[in-house]
């Protein structure tokens, strides 16, 4: 069976991460999510990343490192998700981000409804977060 490529956005400042809502009208409609987005044909998961982060954001981020890799089977298919910690590429620059992505700090984080195949990305960043 098919497995589609995800590459995901754990973006930090300040201890805080950058956190959206998915609209209705997608599978897991109304769920908060990170940025992020399907891999394009041989599209590595770290440029995914960055060209998401931009796309949804409106931010320039660079990828800090990976932080967890997994496979998850929802109802809509099977994806293989890869998470990376980023940072804002300019750190003095603008990190407004758009709409409806915000700043959010860890303690929010651990109580919002993010998708299922986020649960174990989740409890690592609480446990270790990054220090940007
Ligand atoms: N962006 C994002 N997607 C997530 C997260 N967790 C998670 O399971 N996913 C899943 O990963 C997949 C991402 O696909 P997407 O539909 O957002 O991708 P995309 O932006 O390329 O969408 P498009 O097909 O409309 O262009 C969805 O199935 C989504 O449910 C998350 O934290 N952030």
């Given at each position: 069976m098919d497995i589609t490529r995800v590459a995901i956005g754990i973006v930090w400042r300040g201890g805080r991460v950058l956190v959206g809502r998915r609209s209705q009208?997608?599978?897991?409609?109304g769920a908060a999510e990170f940025p992020g987005g399907k891999c394009k044909p041989n599209e590595p998961p770290a440029a995914t990343v960055v060209r998401e982060c931009r796309e949804e954001t409106g931010l320039r981020v660079r990828v800090a490192g990976k932080r967890h890799r997994c496979k998850h089977q929802y109802d809509h298919g099977r994806l293989e998700l890869h998470f990376f910690d980023c940072v804002i590429a300019?750190?003095?620059?603008d990190a407004e981000p758009r709409p409806p992505f915000d700043w959010v700090d860890l303690q929010t984080v651990a109580d919002l409804d993010f998708p299922e195949a986020n649960a174990m990305v989740l409890s690592m960043i609480v446990g270790s977060p990054l220090d940007a």
């Open positions: 009208d997608v599978p897991l409609g300019d750190p003095d620059g």
